[in-house]
């Protein structure tokens, strides 16, 4: 019974850590909110990261942060400089276009 207790405060403070890190390169990429003009799309990807821990949901900038990191980190690997979000975030997922456009 006296776990419990420390399960959930260690629970709770991680709900506010940052896991994502930048990748090599992914620095250099943009973030958009829209489909930018005059630029080439590459692909798009859909990434992920846990949005609730031991039901104690995370911040959701945090988890939205995360999931930017998470598409930046993918697109130099599709040859693109700018990332845009296809959607809202949900259940910890979303999906982003990617882009090269020419600078």
């Known amino acids: 019974m006296r776990k419990f207790p ?3 405060l ?3 403070s ?3 850590c940052t896991w994502v890190h ?6 250099a990429v943009r ?6 003009t005059g630029c080439d799309k590459r692909g798009e990807v859909e990434v992920s990261v846990k949005h ?3 039901f104690v949901e995370r911040n959701p900038l945090r988890v939205r942060e995360e999931l930017e990191t998470l598409a930046r980190n993918e697109a ?3 040859n693109a400089d700018t990332i845009s979000p296809l959607g809202e975030p949900a259940a ?3 999906r982003f276009a990617a882009w090269h456009c020419a600078r």
């Not at 930048?22 to 620095?27: E, H, I, N």
């Not at 973030?31 to 930018?36: I, L, Q, R, T």
């Open 22 to 27: 930048m990748a090599p390169g992914a620095s």
């Open 52 to 54: 609730s821990i031991a």
């Open 6 to 8: 420390l399960i959930l």
């Open 31 to 36: 973030v958009v909110s829209a489909a930018p």
């Open 10 to 12: 260690l629970s709770l």
């Open 14 to 16: 991680a709900a506010g």
């Open 76 to 78: 130099p690997g599709l």
């Open 92 to 94: 910890g997922s979303q």
